[in-house]
């Protein structure tokens, strides 16, 4: 059977998800999927030959199985309560949402419901990350930063440790579940700079420091200082590079889980690593705020 399926919020995101749907890769649980229409709060003419719908229609329609959730985070929870309601499959765009909480009532939610709520991480598909997880395996980690640049986010992304979900779950992928120990936000609204500096600790009491830093024209760049027992990483290894796209790669898996192909082992992991991540990002958000003065 085919999985109809609709995308809310075209953005830079929203549209790449389209795109992929329109060309699934062949020969793979993406084929599954046939967009029947996409959702926007504007009012668009047709995206790539796809035709908008409501909201509404797309809550209520038969033949509409899963929707692809891209808007904006401050939104998504909204999003994703509506059509898990609505009986539909959901795959989010990360984070899934900005508190901890929420996410494990929206998880709840869709096991009642019998439904698949996937939570994109593009950011474990990248060449670098599969390379540096390969190049690390097996080592004893000291002390660690990750420090991430990036231009200034728009309005409606959430607290930094949220927004930049995706630099924490490298951390706990690769390094395991963490603690934060102190957390700090400095911001210069007028500038549109600010810079969050998480310190973590692995479970075997090694420090590691998270550093999330945007202002106008800094470079997207993640600057990387490892040190291990005999060696250090200073810089992020250049991986092999794919033929499917990272977007696609994700689809897939969607599809994967949509098919019954992946184990329960595997989904209750993946949902203790993204439930872990969102705990830890709420923890550093409360913590920066207790200190900014
Ligand atoms: P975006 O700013 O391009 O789009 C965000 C929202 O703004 C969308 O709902 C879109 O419909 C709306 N929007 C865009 N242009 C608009 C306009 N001119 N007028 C009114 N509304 C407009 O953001 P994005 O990069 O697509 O991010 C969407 C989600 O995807 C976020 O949750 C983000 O964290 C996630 N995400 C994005 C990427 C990426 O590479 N872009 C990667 C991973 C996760």
Redesign the pocket.
Known sequence: MMLGSVVV??????CVRMRDLLAPLPCSTAEKFSIRGFV???TLEDQQGVKQISMTEALNRDDIHAAFI????TN?EEYIRQFLEAGKHVCV???MTLSYTSAVDLWNLAQQKGLVLHE?H?ELFTPDFKQLKKDIAGKTLEEGTLHFTGGSL?PN?GFPSF?GI?RLTWLVDLFGELTVTAASLVEEKENKCMKMTAHLLTRQQKPLTWIEERGPGLGRAKHIHLRFQDASITELPAGQREPVGLFMQDLVLFGRKLQGEVSAAELQEERSRILHCLQLADRIQQLSESTQA
């Not at 919020?9 to 929203?14: D, K, S």
């Not at 891209?70 to 985070?73: I, K, P, Q």
Request: charged letters at 25%.
């Open positions: 919020g075209i953005g830079i995101a929203g926007s709060r504007r891209c808007t904006e985070n998504h765009e990360y984070p994109e593009i728009k992304f927004s995706a």
